[in-house]
């Protein structure tokens, strides 16, 4: 009963809030710790790549408004 009990509370304290089912469900089953970190590797590159997909096909060279340099008049020079 009582190691029931502790159980219980490990896994409570495993799938509280901070961390999604799935990355936690995922992490207790690999237990090689190369393994595991390889996972954090490949799952950081993916978003990177991600990102980088997301800027590149969106993202343009045109000078912004906010971007131009003043002009020599508005310095009053």
């Not at 799935?22 to 690999?30: F, L, N």
């Not at 991600?50 to 020079?77: I, K, S």
Request: proline share 4%; aromatic share 6%.
């Amino acid at each position: 009963m009582l190691r029931h009990s502790k159980q219980v509370k490990r896994e409570e304290s495993r799938s509280d809030g901070r961390h999604g089912r799935a990355a936690v469900a995922s992490s207790d089953h690999i237990s090689d710790p190369v393994l595991a970190w390889r996972l954090v590797f490949v799952v950081a590159a993916l978003v990177y790549v991600a990102c980088n997909l997301v800027f590149l096909l969106l993202g343009t060279a045109r000078r912004q408004r906010w971007d131009a340099p003043p002009d020599q008049d508005d310095l009053g020079e």
